[in-house]
């Protein structure tokens, strides 16, 4: 299975942070968020990552490489977090291709086309990580299977959340977890909304979308979105949104990073009860 990982974007919602390092290496617990990406690609069964980069993205690819400086750390056997790093990436093959210049989502993606060839494959984000027993990848990797047709993970959200996230018009749901897609409607106002089922970052497209994405104006600001690319596939097959079980936390902006690392800190079994007791007494002091 074949893996696309976006994580080109210029990440100007955490400037001056981002002015010289990649969004997607900002630690989360910790280890990078491209770390639980590469994570959740590898436990779905992907097998070959193709990570989309651009300027100033070096450190992604650095990372995932072997390191002679830390060799003999390893071999004086302290390096526990070093080795699973090693065994992570050694259990897949890693390629990386630039985008040029940022130019949305759907061009990334349109980087990928000539290494994808004829098969289906999974896009998930750089900045968005997913929790779940059952990686989400793999939910959607199993949906594909089922229905042969591209699938997107969804997600309900609150009313105020709406208007960040492009919405997907439903048109019946063939089981409780599975809707087939009428139009995707991007960030609405949450009155004019055609559902609260929010496109969540993670899909499984077939090759079908690079030609949707060469035939998707750009949008205001020269920017192709991969949300306009899969309403023009839309009018040639079907494609279906798939309500994943888990959770996702998106890394977007400063608040959803907070948010994000401190919450998956509050899961991580040996930081849960420190953490806990910090935040209890500072909320108690505050
Ligand atoms: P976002 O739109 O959330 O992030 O992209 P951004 O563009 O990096 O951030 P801002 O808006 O400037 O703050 C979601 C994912 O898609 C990748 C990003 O790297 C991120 O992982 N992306 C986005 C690309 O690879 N190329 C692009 O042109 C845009």
Redesign the pocket.
């Known amino acids: 299975m074949k893996a696309v ?10 400037l001056p942070l ?1 002015k010289e390092q ?3 290496m900002l630690p989360v617990v910790d280890k990078p968020a491209i770390h639980w990406v590469v994570e959740e690609a590898i436990a779905s069964g992907a097998t070959d990552l193709l990570i ?1 980069t ?1 300027r100033e993205k070096r450190a992604v690819e650095d990372y995932f490489d072997g390191s002679i400086r830390w060799d003999h750390y390893l071999k004086a056997n302290h390096g526990n977090a070093l080795r699973q790093l090693e065994e992570l990436a050694s259990s897949a093959d890693f390629h990386f291709i630039r ?1 040029r ?5 759907g ?2 993606i349109l980087r990928a086309e000539k290494h994808v060839g004829d098969e289906p494959f999974l896009v998930l ?4 990580i997913h929790v779940a027993d059952v990686p989400v990848a793999k939910q959607l990797w199993d949906t594909f299977q089922r229905l042969g047709q591209p699938v997107i993970a969804v997600e309900h959200v609150r009313p105020e959340k709406i208007s960040d996230y492009g919405i997907v018009q439903e048109d019946g749901w063939i089981d409780d977890r599975t809707v087939r897609v009428r139009d995707l409607v991007e960030k609405p106002r949450p009155e004019e909304a055609p559902s609260d089922l929010a496109i969540s ?1 993670s899909y499984v497209l077939t090759p079908a979308i690079f030609d949707a994405i060469r035939r998707t104006p750009e949008g205001k600001k020269g ?1 192709v979105q991969l949300t306009d690319a899969l309403r023009i596939l839309l009018h040639d097959e079907p494609i279906y949104g798939y309500r994943f079980v888990g959770r996702r936390f ?1 890394i ?2 400063k608040l959803d990073w907070f948010r994000a690392h401190v919450e998956l800190t509050l899961m991580r079994g040996e930081f849960r009860e420190p953490a806990r007791d910090f935040l209890r007494e500072l909320l108690r002091e505050g």
């Not at 984000?125 to 968005?128: A, C, K, N, S, V």
């Open positions: 990982i976006p994580a080109a974007g210029l990440g100007s919602r955490f981002t990649p969004k997607e989309i651009g985008q210049e940022p130019r949305g989502l061009d990334a984000l750089g900045d968005t970052g920017e998106d977007g902006t």
